[in-house]
């Protein structure tokens, strides 16, 4: 069984920067956060393929945001560099379901099979 859990969350100014980490077990996978705000869908922010190691992020999050993993560690991470309160959020991390092309689907949540409790963000003006 896999499980996840997710820190690094809290509260920053427009601008500011944070890290956010994820601690995995119960195997490998490729891997992604997805962020959720109140009243609104949750979205993939950033992913990352199993073997190619390929990276895919949202538009929204391009050039600010930057995911990597240490696989030694098994952990997920997800820096996050001049935040707007637009990325106000529950942040979560998730492994993804073996048996599914990644590339084109890496956002979709209905794809991940384990998910992290999440850790809220939250970005003031």
């Known amino acids: 069984k896999g499980q996840l859990v997710e820190s690094g969350g809290g509260s920053v100014q427009a601008g500011g920067s944070l890290r956010l980490s994820c601690a995995y077990t119960?195997?490998?996978?490729?891997m992604a956060w997805f962020r959720q705000a109140p009243g609104k869908e949750r979205e993939g922010v950033a992913g990352i393929e199993l073997g190619t190691g390929h990276i895919y992020y949202s538009d929204s999050v391009k050039g600010r945001f930057t995911i990597s993993r240490d696989s030694a560690k098994s952990t997920l991470y997800l820096h996050m560099n001049s935040l707007n309160p637009e990325d106000t959020g529950m942040y979560y991390c998730?492994?993804?379901?073996?048996?599914?092309?990644?590339?084109?689907?890496?956002?979709?949540?209905?794809?991940?099979?384990?998910w992290g409790q999440g850790t809220q963000v939250n970005v003031s003006s």
């Open positions: 119960g195997g490998t996978y490729s």
């Open positions: 998730a492994a993804h379901s073996i048996g599914i092309t990644y590339s084109l689907t890496w956002y979709l949540v209905t794809n991940y099979k384990y």
